[in-house]
């Protein structure tokens, strides 16, 4: 458990970190213009006066700078990790020294420390919830049905949680209307493609310091965090390789100019395995028994099951940690695997996550919606929805505007011509 421990405002690592993290919380400020426009507008209306809020998300900068302007709302919210490897620990610190915000998380915590942490942010009575992962809501549905009765509504970050929270509603589980976050073009667009390209290699390069040019990258999965994963390391000069289960997606792929094959295939060909596609046994025990000497393996998707580590482990004859979230397995051949931060997301585990900027967007979305819930839940069915499209575009708008960028409107008879059906060539 904590070395530090703080009863009631949650269970961070160590609070002499707060210094630290009330600087970096600080820095990624200065990079989210839109959420600090936001916050402002937030401190003066007070659009969330007394909701209680149970936010389940990566404990970064970037999350805290959210947290803040969902307190500056007038919000009574706690936090906890949605992953146990990606909570900034000096972050935490300083949320609940500086901030007034409980939160538990500590990185590196068990899978119990990590259950037990979500579960004390239920201890809130949440009525929002705030999830990256599905991890919260699911917990509420299961162990916890007593304190459901409160929740008014959600939101869900990422394209996992969005999956797990439909296949709720399918079953006709689902207790509470939820907001996609992931839904909004200004989030996958742009956290998504450019976060994850970005992030991804970020965490890798950090991890091994390996040069990527001229190496062959593997990169499992061509949605969205695929697309800028493979896009960001072809600009880094590697030879990129996608595998993907779906036509559309890989045809997408070769036409954007990578080589597209089977994981069998890539297996014996791939310097570094990049997977992100959200489902499970991506890389398996033959594809690891079949890679490289040397090969570097790791995983940017939301659950560490897409490298099945646990036929590595029973394969390998050994298992040693040679640098900071780097493992080295060695095959019964006597051939080497490197497996990055325990197959865990790499670019929180071994970096920071995605960077302020982009996040911004992301955190935009959730704080617009998040008021948008307080004020509308009433009207709402019990089922998935997408971020209002006005909201999205606003937070389009204010991220042009941050960034001194200007567009073109269109004039009358330009709106005319576009709503009309008449006019030809
Ligand atoms: N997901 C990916 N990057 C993140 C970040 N920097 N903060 C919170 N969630 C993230």
């Known amino acids: 458990m904590a070395t530090n421990a703080v009863a009631v405002q949650g269970d961070v690592k160590d609070m002499a970190l707060a ?18 426009t936001i916050r402002a507008d937030f401190a003066r209306r007070k659009p969330l006066k007394g909701v209680r809020i149970a936010a389940c998300l990566h404990v970064t900068t970037e999350t805290a700078n959210l947290m803040i302007a969902l307190r500056d709302g007038g919000a009574d919210a706690v936090l906890c990790a949605s992953n146990p490897l990606s909570t900034q620990d000096d972050v935490a610190a300083s949320l609940v020294r500086d901030h007034g915000i409980p939160t538990f998380a500590i ?16 201890d809130h009575k949440p009525q929002v919830t705030m999830d990256d992962g599905c991890d919260l809501v699911t917990i509420l549905h299961t162990k916890r049905q007593d304190v459901l009765d409160s929740v008014i509504a959600g939101t869900e970050e990422t394209t996992t949680g969005v999956i797990r929270l439909h296949a709720m509603a399918k079953d006709k589980v689902l207790r509470y209307p939820v907001i996609a976050i992931n839904d909004a073009l200004t989030k996958h667009l742009f956290d998504n493609r450019y976060g994850t390209g970005q992030s991804t290699l970020d ?79 991506v890389i398996d025990g033959r594809h690891f028994e079949n890679l490289k000497d040397g090969a570097i393996v790791c995983n940017s998707g939301h ?102 960028a200007r567009i073109d409107v269109l004039t009358a008879e330009q709106e005319s011509y576009l709503g009309s059906w008449s006019e030809g060539t």
């Open 203 to 281: 965490g890798v390069i950090r991890a091994t310091n390996v040069l990527l040019a001229g190496q062959n990258v593997v990169v499992a999965g061509y949605g969205w965090c695929g697309r800028g994963t493979a896009m960001r390391a072809r600009g880094m000069g590697a030879n990129v390789i996608v595998t993907e289960v779906d036509p559309t997606k890989a045809l997408e792929a070769m036409m954007d100019g990578f080589r597209v094959m089977p994981m069998r295939e890539a297996a014996p060909i791939g310097d570094i395995f990049i997977t992100v596609t959200g489902c499970k046994s």
């Open 303 to 404: 659950f560490n099951v897409e490298l099945d580590l646990e036929t590595l482990g029973k394969t390998a004859r050994s298992k040693r940690e040679v640098r900071a979230f780097v493992d080295e397995y060695v095959m019964p051949s006597g051939k080497k695997v490197f497996v990055l931060g325990e197959g865990r997301l790499i670019n929180l585990a071994a970096a920071e996550g995605h960077p302020a900027s982009v996040m911004d967007m992301s955190f935009a979305n959730q704080a617009l919606s998040v008021e948008y819930l307080a004020a509308n839940y009433k009207s709402l069915d019990k089922r998935v929805y997408s971020v209002p499209a006005d909201l999205d575009r606003k937070v389009a708008a204010m991220k042009l505007e941050a960034m001194g």
């Open 19 to 36: 210094d630290q993290g009330k600087l970096r919380i600080e820095w990624a400020g200065n990079s989210m213009p839109v959420l600090k």
């Open 107 to 122: 990185k590196g915590e068990s899978n119990e420390v990590y259950y037990s942490h979500i579960l004390s942010a239920i």
